[in-house]
């Protein structure tokens, strides 16, 4: 099939690979110059791990091109896949779906023949009816179907999530675009990934419901580890035997410093604004929302406390700045709202992360960056763990504690053992566990 990708960007480029790698023609469409001049240069807008190797090997076999002109690809493609940004918009936090609608109109004028018209991005309820309107106005001789086949890609594992899919959903009740998707996603069967048709308007809100049911289940369990440190139980035990009962699972179980990123924090906020449109508010996912943002710069009160309740003129090691490790996606990072709080305290603050620092730069001000874990940690009063990179899973506690000014550590995604550190030295404070001894300076 010839496919053609409106946006270059996270979703659109890992699935415009994917679907190169399946044997598809793609060719993926970005206003932006400069990122199409990288990628033909073999160079990533975005850090995901295997992405690189993916893009240049379709490259090569001749499978996968970019451009910034829409009209040919269009006009030659099956299928045309609008994956642009839909960011909160300022103001309401409902999503801003300007760039759908400018993408729609410039697609309805290019196409030729049957197109089947997808929605890759995330949209609201009735993006899709509105999607169709605005290419209608723009070309009444048009002849398309718009569809809704969200994705459902964890940045850091992306590759695999849309190679070996949970469910794949298209929304649409024409036949004729069902039978073009079925063609595109053909490769999968083999994989048995079940395949669910459903009404466009309900395939929007799949995805908007998936995610903020996940961001729920993340942060009910960061109350539950709160009340955890206070009756003295340890809230992964929690998690272990609340994931043993497969109604509900343990992924998205794992307490911290609450979550972030590109996706959770937008949806549940769109989600709450589309709930308001149609008077039926969502009062869970407000609750959610409200927790989540209190919480983050909660941790810099947590590690205030840890270090004896003064930070003023000490040093405060970071390790960890992306919302997730494998990624360089600094998009409403916990580590944000900590950072800027314990500047607000007085602390001076080294960071380091292994791709996200250059990201970092453009939203934290008055950081040191470091070349790794142990740089980072010298002369450090206090060393914070934000995202748990695989790097830091197994750090020689004892350079590290020889590297700072006083050995305390906090945790905040619970890497390790608070007997392994307490064993070397350090006073550990994780989280939803109990906690050693602060010590005092």
């Known amino acids: 099939m010839r496919i053609a990708m409106i946006g270059s960007g996270y979703v659109g480029l890992v699935s415009g690979a994917c679907f190169a790698d399946f044997g598809h023609q793609v060719v993926c469409v970005d206003k932006d110059a400069r990122k199409i001049d990288a990628l033909r240069q073999g160079e990533m807008p975005i850090y995901e791990p295997g992405l690189a190797e993916l893009v240049g ?55 030729d023949g049957f197109t089947a018209v997808i929605t890759k991005s995330t949209v609201p309820v009735g993006t899709g009816d509105e999607v169709e309107r605005v290419m209608r106005q723009a ?52 994989n048995r990934s079940p395949i669910m048709y459903t009404e466009r308007r309900t395939a929007e809100l799949i995805k908007y419901a998936a995610n903020a049911f996940l961001a729920t289940k993340i942060t009910f369990i960061n109350e539950i580890a709160d009340l955890a440190e206070k009756v003295g139980a340890n809230v992964q035990e929690v998690a272990r035997g609340m994931g043993l009962d497969n109604r509900i699972g343990g992924k998205f179980l794992h307490a911290g410093p609450g979550f972030g990123g590109s996706c959770f924090p937008k949806d549940t906020l769109a989600l709450i604004k589309t709930g308001q449109d149609y008077e039926a508010p969502l009062r869970i996912v407000e609750t959610v929302v409200a927790v989540n943002d209190q919480r983050k710069r909660a941790m810099a009160r947590k590690v205030l406390a840890a270090a ?73 009063d206090v060393l914070v763990i934000v995202t748990e ?53």
């Open 308 to 380: 004896g309740g003064n930070l003023r003129d000490k040093t405060v090691a970071v390790l960890g700045l992306t919302f997730k490790p494998n990624t360089d996606d600094m998009r409403d990072s916990p580590s944000i709202p900590l950072i800027t709080a314990l500047q607000d305290m007085g602390a001076q603050v080294r960071a380091y992360d292994p791709e996200g620092m250059e990201q970092a730069r453009a939203v934290l001000n008055a950081v040191t960056y470091t070349k790794d874990a142990y740089d980072c940690a010298k002369g450090a």
């Open 139 to 190: 070309s009444a001789d048009a002849d398309f179907a718009v569809v809704s086949n969200p994705e459902f890609l964890r940045e850091g594992a992306a590759i695999r999530d849309f190679k070996h899919p949970d469910r794949i959903v298209i929304g649409t009740q024409d036949e004729r675009a069902k039978a073009v998707l079925a063609e595109i996603y053909r490769p999968l069967y083999l």
């Open 389 to 441: 990179w695989e790097q830091f899973r197994a750090l020689d506690l004892d350079a590290l504690r020889a590297a700072m000014n006083n050995p305390v550590m906090v945790d905040l995604r619970n890497v390790y053992p608070s007997e392994d550190a307490v064993k070397y030295g350090f006073s550990y404070s994780g989280v939803g566990r109990s906690q050693t001894p602060s010590v005092r300076s």
């Open 57 to 111: 090997n379709n490259v090569r076999q001749g499978r996968l091109s970019f451009t910034t002109e829409l009209n040919e690809p269009v006009a030659a493609a099956d299928a045309v896949f609008i994956a642009v940004g839909t960011p909160s918009r300022r103001g309401d936090g409902h999503a801003d779906l300007s760039y759908v609608f400018d993408a729609a109109r410039e697609v309805a004028r290019a196409i």
